[in-house]
Structures are given as C-alpha cells and as structure tokens.
C-alpha cells in the first residue's frame, strides 16, 4: 500500500508534465533533433523523478534507489550470485589508500572523519557476480570485469545496474563482478575508493573457499557509470600509484571525474540531460548559478577556495576536490596506465569533463579512445531500445575482449577521439571541443572569470 501511495503521489502531478512535453514535442519539436516522442517522454519523467527526491529525506531516497529483486530482476538470461569480499581485504586495502593520502598530506582532520574507524566498514563488503546462462564465442574462462555503479557517490546499488552487469557479461564475454561500495554522507572519501581497491585485491587473490581462480590481472577490466565511472578512474590511479599491477584496461561511461564543475556543459546541457540543473547534491546545494556571487564574493584568487562555501558535493569536503582521486581529471600524469575507454553524450550535463581528460592526455604513453555520441543524455546505455546504446554496447564489448588475454591488445600511444552520429557514422572530434578548458581546469565553477558571466 505504501509502494502503491507513493507512485499515485509521483504520476498525478506529472500528468501536466506529460501533457505539456507532448504538445511541445509536436509543436516546437524535441530537444534534440534525433529523440522520438518515446524517448522525449522517458527523459521529462526521468528528470521529473530526479528532481522529486529532493522531496524526500536523503535516508529515504537512498533505500529508494537501492531497489530489490522484485524492481531489479536478474535477466532471464543471466546467472547472479551475491559473493562478499572477507574484511582482511579491506585491511589490505586500507594501508594502500593510507599511504596514498599520506603522499598527498591528506590526513583525517583535512577528510573531516575518521575513515580507519568507519563502523560501516565492519560490515561485509557485498558484491555480485553476473555471467550469462549459454556462453557463446565471445566468452573466455578468467576475463572478469570490475563494475563500480553510478548513483553520485550517494544512491543506487548492484541491483540498480544490472542492466549494465548484464550487457557487459553478454557482450564482454566476461563474468562481471559488481561490489556494493559504502555511500557517502555516511561514508564519504575514501571509502569508496578503500571498497573499490579491496574489490580489485579480492580478484587478484581470492581464498581458497571464494569459487573462483585468482584472476590475471591482464584479464580484468573495471568500469563504471557516472560517479562509478569516476571512481574507475580513481582506482586506476590508486592502483598505478601503490605500485599493483594494472588492470588489462577501464571503461568509463559518462565518467564524473570533476567535481568542481569547472566545464560549460554542466550549464549549458541541462535542457538535453536529467541529472538535477540545480546541482549534484540532495537539496542542489552545488548550482554554480546559485553559488556564484558568494563565490566572487569570497574568492581572493583565482586558485582559492573559499572557507564559508556550502558543502558542493556529498562526496567530499570542498578542500579535497582538488584531489586527483576525487576529480581524476585534474591528474597530470598518466605513466603506466592501462588503456581507457571514455564514452559520453554530446548532450548531457558532464560531456566537457570527458573531452578534457582525452585531449588533455594526448600525448600520454597509453591508449585512449573518446567516443562522443551525438543528441545523447547522461549514462544512455541504460535506454535500450535507442540505437546509439546499442551502438556503445557493442563497443564497450569489444573493448573488453580487445584488451584482455587473447585480445589484439591497444598500442601504447594509440588516441581516437570521435563522435558517433545517432546513425553510427564517425567523424572526428574538433580540436577546440571545450573552448578556454585550459583556463577553467581545477577551479570551482571555472573561476572567476567564468563565475562572472552567471
């Protein structure tokens, strides 16, 4: 009765909604010029959901996006079993993550939290694996992929994203593990990051009563979605630098790999995309629109942060943002990294981010392809029916098998930056994709400059 409650509370207010985007559809045409009327529906109610959780306690709208079996089913064609990683992985874990904040002079007062002592680390670490029921030619025994799901560090689950489980399994032919990562605000950075790399730890080395091998790790690949996506990246950088092997490559789809809203696209997409234009955090306490006086106001330089600033992020404190595991775009160095695959829509609200990470790292000893696909939102792999999806399915699959054991493997220095039309057509990305990204990278809001035009 509750359940059935609250989707009348939900539906009746969105019927004018439903109305109004139907007659502007066939009135002024979409948003896009590719979106059908099926498609510009799905995004207004999508969006209209997104922005109706801040109607609700940020306890409740977590255990609401969770999910369970009965809203998230496992496909009819996949296997899933839950698998906890033992808490001795999480100890092995937490003196990597210690000794990478150490080397940059993050200590708990400057986190704001004890995060050795966090007591919801002593709960298990759950995951899930997923493999398909028939195993075609694509599969190959030991290929295994590391799924972080999205949700901005502070909803969703396993369940949420087995749709991306079990695409990854079928297309990837790989068994696909995803873990249930600690949430902020409860469990805000690193825990994440300590899950994530304890996950990784886990497959590398696995006990003896686990039921799997110990898995190369040339036949591992991690991927994500969104701030899954990001803390993908944030992990290869936590791997790299505590000196583990790499993983055989890492996919991100619509990565969140800058938490400083530094690019335009956070502003200039929100008519095209659903995440909140008010901002990322419950409440859209991070809308630069919003933000930009107090900003201007306090702001000394250009490079300065603030102290009286509302907390941007759930994340993290605002001090912190500027770490490279937290905003993996602002890191400079990509030596000894594995091959990354980055995909993301022309028209969501995080496209910039994605493009300055490729363009930033052109000339990086590692392989990175960009695929930019036109007229599309935030994380569209989840519309199925929608050919780009099944077009960076596809490629998200071959990037899987490409890269791991038996693949043709990437060439160190190979770069490929493209955009995909909704017919699947490539053509290069331009050179100035994100004009002035030089000038906004690693300031709020893109600093003062840009802050001023708000």
Known sequence: MQKASLIWNYMVPKAPLLIGTTVS??????????????????????????????????????????LNDKYAPVHSGAIASESVVPGSYRNKAAAYVDTLLNDQGIDSTKLGWDWKNDPRAEKPLKGEWTETRAKDDKFAEGRTVLYLHGGGYFLCSVRTHRWATWNMARLGGAKVFAVDYRLAPDSPFPAALHDALAAYLYLLDPPADSGFAPVDPKNIVIMGDSAGGGLTFATMLAIRDAGLPMPAGIIGWSPWIDLLHSMPSILENTSTD???????????????????????????????????????QHYTNNNLLHCKYVSPVLEDNLEGICPILIIAGDAEMLRDESIVFAKKHVDAPTGIELLLYDDMPHVFQMFGYLPSAKHSLLESGNFIRKVTVGGAGVPNNTKSFERISVLGERRPLEEEAV??????IGKVGGGPKFLAKL
């Open 25 to 66: 559809h066939y009135t002024y045409g979409p948003p896009k010029p590719s979106w059908s009327y099926k498609f510009n529906i799905t995004m207004a109610m999508v969006k209209a959901f997104a922005v109706h959780l801040d109607d609700f306690p940020l306890k409740q709208t977590q255990a609401m996006s969770r």
């Open 274 to 312: 659903y995440l909140p234009a008010e901002g990322f955090t419950h409440g859209g306490h991070a809308s630069m629109k919003k933000l930009a006086k107090v900003i201007l106001a306090a702001m000394d330089t250009e490079e300065k942060m603030p102290s009286d600033l509302p907390a941007l």
């Open 435 to 440: 004009p002035e990204w030089k000038e906004r």
